[in-house]
């Protein structure tokens, strides 16, 4: 739209979102320091706040004068491969600002775009004069705040995100990340930081969300807190040098982003995330397809008998060991026969896939990582019968899910990788869940260090060459590389539906996720668990799920992803059968979403459009209190009559100790109908819609 140049130090430059709610101002100070802040509503959100890098060979810190800037407008959309909405609108105002340095001399822009919901920006550094090369130490972005927000959040590590989310003022933050200290202690720098994406409320209500777009040859972030100056500090994960980051010029860094709102449910509907990432590399994604999977996995999880491995003998080595020689420990659910049951379950009730975990050689050794191979992933063992299993499914209509799990060994992966695929496509399996369980080989590295970012984009990026469709837990958090890799079709980067057989989830779990870890991209949360007391994984006492048997079908509304599991065991679905029902039902790629209510960690009432066909769903999930959703169906479209299948909490159900009470109604309902719909503490209901 324009071009200035010539910009007089201390002359400031902004640029308003489109609806003008929300607009951006950049500086540089007396010193040359590159400031930025955030208005919305009139009210300032980010006050001033330093931005640069900072690398050995040269400090992007200060010293900076503006050279140049650019303007532009941009309006379009797109089509996502799946999602939330068929079509996503990507409108935007851009701010790019060239900075240079003297002494020495250095060349930084700064790009900003400012949308209806929220901001991002990055740094770009173009080839420098000297040097084409940076050993990056630490990136000083940071977050004037201008109150004392409400912080929705888990606590900074290096390795894993699978914890409970806490709700607490900013200044209460260093307090309440105490109880963690014992037990992540070397995975954190000092228990002072958080990490994203996080959400805050500010006292009068505006909701932001903090997080990264587009995480490519870069670190993840942490945030360190300073309460004393309401303020967070990038905190780059570092590798054990110390180094954040080895780069070379040109580079682009990840967008620091910002979704801001007044209104809670426009922090869940939006896309600003995919928006900021590039669109999809792959040229024909026909071969994506969304599904829905069962597994041989909860066995392993509850009941306290049944292992991944076949034998007992713990110094049994994949490729080295003859594994038909040795016995087997009778508790190894990925045989034959097994997989065949679940197969035959899938075929009967028209779920897409089966995983089966537990199928290779590596499993014995788990605990003591002395070797350099720990899994090998083109040996099954001699009880699972790939070749029978493989026919036996292809005649189903069933597909088979592989299992990689490299226990943190991921240079040894990369290895495999090329072997690992083409034996999956021989054997007609077209995706895979990957898992990095443990310390990080090589040593040096973090799950969300520089290196293993770079590892999770290469292995998606290599499935898709391959036309395999990628499920990754233990990877660093998702910044919405899904757009540009649809074949990467979730994650689980956050505590998942597994932790119900370690102690359990609290209900208000799933009310937080969607306003923070799900704005990355899809999770495998693993719903649709029945039988929510089991015995606690690894011990003898019970653990007692966090949620009613209503709420885990409403889930898989509200914890949107192109791939869900039906985690129970089938034995379970059969004696729920009227409930499976929903689960047979539910799509998993949807055309329209409508956000009805939403309070972080308090309650979501989503009503969604299949992709395929008219039907609508409706989810609603409440936290620990019972509460009553309020679900106007105006979203329907005008002049017709529909019926809604509704699976509810029954009168006096609870998730402590009533939570498989629940009902299944129909009632009559058209875009005029307003329903009162109850949910138990801890409880959900979802609905199926269609046309009469
Ligand atoms: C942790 C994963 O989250 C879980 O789904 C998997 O079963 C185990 N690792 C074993 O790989
Ligand atoms: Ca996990």
Request: hydrophobic content about 35%; overall charge negative; proline content about 6%.
């Amino acid at each position: 739209m324009s071009l200035l140049s010539g910009i007089a130090a201390g002359a400031s430059v902004g640029v308003t979102s489109p609806s003008g709610d929300i607009s951006l101002n950049f500086d540089v100070d007396k010193s040359g320091v590159p400031l930025y802040s955030i208005d919305y509503k009139g009210r300032q959100l980010v006050a001033p706040s330093r931005m640069g890098l900072l690398a050995d060979e040269t400090a992007f810190t200060d010293g900076f004068s503006i050279t140049g800037v650019d303007t532009v407008t941009v309006d379009r959309s797109w089509e996502p491969v799946w999602g939330e909405y068929s079509s996503v609108r990507d409108h935007f105002r851009e701010l790019a600002v060239n900075l240079r340095g003297e002494n020495p001399e250095r060349e930084l822009t700064v790009r900003f775009r400012v949308f209806d919901d929220g901001v991002g920006f990055r740094y770009e550094l173009p080839v420098q004069k000297g040097s084409n090369y940076l050993t990056l130490r630490d990136e000083l972005t940071e977050y004037n705040l201008t109150s004392d927000n409400t912080v929705y959040y888990i606590p900074g590590d290096y390795d894993t995100d699978e914890y409970i989310w806490s709700e607490t003022a900013l200044t209460d933050i260093p307090a309440a990340l105490e109880k963690y200290h014992k037990h992540t202690e070397a995975q954190r720098a000092e228990g002072k930081n958080i990490q994203t994406p996080m959400l805050m409320k500010t006292p009068d209500s505006v909701y932001v969300n903090i997080h990264e777009a587009a995480l490519v040859g870069y670190p993840a972030m942490l945030l360190d807190v300073d309460t004393d100056n309401l303020k967070f500090k990038t905190h780059l994960v570092p590798d054990r040098l110390g180094v954040s980051a080895y780069l070379q010029m040109p580079f682009n860094t990840p967008w620091r982003t910002f979704i801001i709102s007044d209104d809670a449910r426009d922090i869940l509907a939006s896309q600003l995330i995919m928006n900021l990432n590039e669109p999809t590399a792959i040229e024909d994604t026909s071969w994506i397809k969304p599904m829905k999977f069962v597994g041989v996995w909860w066995e392993m999880f509850t009941g306290n008998v049944k292992t991944w491995a076949y034998s007992d003998d713990p110094l049994a080595k994949p490729g080295v060991t003859d594994y038909s020689k040795l016995p087997s420990n009778g508790r190894h659910p990925a045989n034959t026969e097994n997989v065949k049951r679940y197969i035959d379950f899938a075929a009967e009730h028209g779920i897409d896939g089966v995983l089966v975990e537990g199928w290779n050689e590596g499993w014995e050794d788990w605990a003591s990582y002395r070797k350099n191979r720990q899994f090998l992933f083109d040996k099954p063992y001699p009880d699972f019968d790939l070749p029978l299993l493989r026919d036996y499914a292809r005649e189903k209509g069933v597909k088979l899910i592989m299992h990689h799990e490299t226990a943190a060994n991921a240079a040894d992966y990369d290895f495999q990788l090329d072997r690992a695929f083409k034996f999956m496509k021989d054997n007609n399996y077209d995706a895979v869940k990957t898992g990095y369980v443990g310390a990080i080989i090589p040593r040096s590295e973090h799950h969300t260090s520089q290196w293993m970012v770079d590892h999770v984009n290469r292995v998606a990026e290599r499935a898709a060459e391959y036309q395999i469709m990628v499920d990754s837990h233990e990877a660093p958090r998702p910044t919405g590389l899904c757009r540009t890799y649809p074949n990467w079709l979730a994650q689980e980067s956050a505590r998942g539906g597994e932790f119900e057989s370690m102690g359990g989830n609290p209900p208000s779990h799933t009310c937080i996720l969607p306003f923070t870890r799900l704005k990355g991209g899809p999770m495998d949360y693993t719903p649709g668990l029945f039988e929510t007391r089991m015995s606690y994984y690894g011990e003898g006492k019970d653990s007692q799920a966090g949620t009613t048997l209503a709420r885990q079908l409403a889930l898989y509304l509200t914890m949107p992803s192109p791939i869900q599991m039906a985690c129970d065991l089938p034995e379970n679905y059969e004696r729920f059968a009227d409930a499976f029902q929903f689960i047979k039902d539910v799509p998993v790629d949807w055309s329209d979403s409508h956000y009805l209510e939403a309070e972080p960690n308090r309650y979501i009432t989503v009503a969604r459009r299949d992709k395929n066909s008219d039907d609508w769903y409706v989810g609603a999930i409440t936290g620990d209190d019972g509460r009553t959703a309020t679900i106007d169906f105006s979203f329907l479209p005008a002049g017709a009559t529909y019926e809604a299948t509704i699976y509810e909490d029954a009168p006096g159900a609870h998730w402590k100790d009533n939570p498989q009470a629940y009902r299944i109604r129909k009632v009559t309902v058209t875009p005029a109908t307003v329903l009162a719909q109850p949910l138990a503490p801890g409880g959900g209901a979802a609905m199926r819609i269609v046309k009469k």
